[in-house]
């Protein structure tokens, strides 16, 4: 076996050993720079940025804005679309919130028939409609406090 | 009723299981460890070993099934973690029948090739008895005086076996068996299970002075009581890696635990002082420190038990395999006493080099990644200590060890995980890496989704 060979088979397997490190690397990009797709994967930015892509004009009575009333994030405003809102610690919700109390996909609320209904996603301390805890999915009436945690929000028109 | 079909999936993506990615990452595992015996072959006679198939086949055979067992009973698991140990596993395997061939006393391939499916065998065992981890923190206590048992267990008379000056061998009948490296796992266990309990006085008690919380000195208990532990263990058994090891891990959670930093300096201070009070009293302990400071010492060099000589020519190897190594095959692995178990990462470093050794380390640093990962994304106290615990724990061992052969810190007796030869070190890590599994499944898997669509369902009514 000639050295040249040698040297090449040497080199060709270090190359190897990386490329099996990097093709590792490659299976879990995900977790350091968050999915390829979606390019709204980063939905935190929406309070800021007005939602250019209100579709229709909502009916009367119908809420427009999630205000958040209570909490570290006071003050915080969400223009509803027709998307469903996530709520929880989970980088990816639409509200994120930094709170011990919180799960990480703690609730979400969706529009349907013209209403938004907030529905708790398993969430270990409870979502409170009001006064009451929430254990199905049901519709939010506007002006009606919703505790997640330390945070209270509601519908506004 | 009106049905109410709800609300179309949320905008989050989900984990997914990723097969498909692990089965190609395991398939190129295992083709690069065939690859690497080829190339030991070509590198010391010119001809691709007849062992490749026979050792590569037997690697892919014992990995599939392994690869089966947790697609069956954990199929939402890390996708990495089992790739990444059959590429290390494999290497080891390499290296080892490649200074096998060489002639060291010691080594065998064969050996090694039968401890690692025994090693699949308890991974899948675990994975398959093991439905779900909590049930470990039911056991706290139990596997913390296992833990106690099994560290104390190489010092009784009948059945403890002393080797190259160190007490950590069992001896029943022909088998030998180190009962500190199961020892680690159940005492991390314990750990978790303990700090889960108590994480809150540990957290929250004490006062400010300067810029550090102080706990308070009844608090100390816990750190007082495993310090004492791993300086026995260290004077007694003369076994400073294991002692540098437990009492690192136990820092490391009660950091992990209470996000407390006064706990970490607490820690080393005690650790430092017990070892540099240890090192004045006991020889063994001193004769370290000296041949670290001092390998060139000729002195040191040529002293019969505890010299230099097996450090001085690891770092001789790596010197002489430089950026990009000697070849596989080509170093000169011989020179360097025990390179099959203590020492194989000077062998590596000889024969690939720092690139290759880099490498290496990439591999450990991603499983230790896959299982901070998983701690992270656990939904459970328990389960996040376990696996940072676990964690750290081979990360820990691997750094004491690499450390050690590089002259980074005193060398201390600790193998390689997976790429040393020796059976107990790989059943034990084959265990932790089923344990991660099994908690990475539990983390990675989907919550149950409540149930929506009440509206659709039928009352029959007689």
Request: no cysteine.
């Amino acid at each position: 076996m000639s050295e040249l060979a040698l040297l090449l088979i040497r080199l060709a397997f270090l190359a190897v050993l990386w490329f099996f490190v990097i093709a590792a690397v490659g299976v879990i990009r995900t977790d350091l720079f968050g999915p390829r797709t979606a390019p709204s994967a980063n939905p935190r930015k929406l309070p800021t940025k007005p939602a250019k892509n209100i579709p229709a004009k909502p009916k009367r009575g119908e809420p427009r804005q999630m205000v958040v009333t209570g909490g570290p994030l006071q003050g915080t405003i969400i223009n509803l679309t027709e998307q469903p809102i996530t709520i929880g610690r989970a980088t990816d919700s639409t509200l994120v919130l930094s709170d011990d109390y919180a799960s990480s996909r703690h609730a979400q609320l969706f529009p349907q028939d013209g209403q938004w209904i907030v529905e708790d996603l398993g969430s270990t301390n409870g979502t409170y409609l009001d006064r009451s805890k929430v254990t199905r999915p049901t519709p939010v009436p506007l002006g009606t406090p919703i505790r997640i945690g330390k945070t209270v929000i509601e519908l506004r028109k | 009723m009106t049905t109410a079909p709800v609300a179309e999936a949320p905008a989050v993506p989900m984990t997914a299981k990723r097969r498909g990615a692990q089965l190609i990452m395991l398939a190129f595992a295992i083709v690069v460890v065939m690859g690497a015996y080829a190339s030991v072959g070509l590198g010391i006679d010119g001809q691709i070993p007849s062992g490749t198939f026979t050792y590569g086949l037997g690697l892919a055979v014992l990995m599939f099934a392994a690869y089966g067992v947790l697609a069956k009973w954990a199929p939402w698991a890390d996708p990495l973690l089992l790739p990444l140990v059959t590429l290390l596993n494999g290497i080891g395997l390499v290296f080892i029948y490649r200074i096998e061939q060489t002639g060291q006393a010691g080594a065998s391939a064969t050996n090694q090739l039968m401890w690692t499916a025994l090693g699949v065998v308890m991974f899948s065992a675990t994975l398959i008895v093991l439905k779900d981890h909590r049930t470990l923190q039911r056991l706290t206590y139990t596997m913390g005086a296992l833990g106690l048992l099994l560290l104390i267990m190489p010092l009784l008379p009948v059945i403890g076996e002393d080797v190259n000056g160190a007490n950590i061998w069992i001896k029943i009948g022909p088998l030998t068996y180190q009962p500190a490296e199961m020892a680690k796992m159940a005492l991390v266990i314990f750990f978790a299970g303990y700090l889960v309990a108590k994480r809150d006085v540990l957290a929250l008690a004490g006062r400010r002075l300067f810029f550090i919380d102080l706990p308070r000195v009844r608090d100390l208990g816990p750190v007082l009581i495993t310090w004492g532990l791993s300086l026995g263990v260290l004077v007694l058994q003369k076994d400073l890696g294991s002692s540098l090891l437990v009492f690192g891990t136990f820092i490391a959670m009660l950091y992990i635990a209470t996000q407390r930093t006064s706990w970490v300096l607490i820690g080393v201070l005690l650790f430092v002082g017990g070892a540099v009070l240890a090192g004045q009293l006991f020889g063994h302990v001193q004769d370290r420190f000296e041949v670290w400071l001092d390998p060139g010492n000729p002195e040191f060099y040529s002293r019969e038990l505890g010299g230099s000589e097996q450090l001085m020519q690891g770092l001789f190897a790596m010197g002489s395999g430089g950026i990009l190594g000697t070849g596989l095959g080509q170093g000169f692995p011989r020179e360097i006493p025990l390179s099959f178990s203590d020492f194989i990462i000077a062998v590596v470093g000889e024969e690939l080099g720092l690139t290759g050794l880099m490498a290496i380390l990439m591999v450990y640093a991603l499983i230790v990644e896959r299982g901070l990962r998983t701690a992270l994304a656990a939904r459970d106290p328990f389960t996040k200590l376990l696996a940072g615990g676990l964690s750290f724990l081979l990360a820990w061992q691997v750094f004491i060890i690499v450390g050690g052969v590089t002259r980074l810190i005193p060398l201390t007796g600790l193998v390689t995980p997976f790429l040393s030869a020796g059976g107990s070190a790989l059943l034990t890590n084959w265990i932790l890496i089923a344990l991660l599994v099994r908690m990475s499944d539990a983390a990675r898997r989907p919550p149950p989704q409540a149930i929506q669509n009440e509206g659709l369902t039928q009352v029959f009514t007689r």
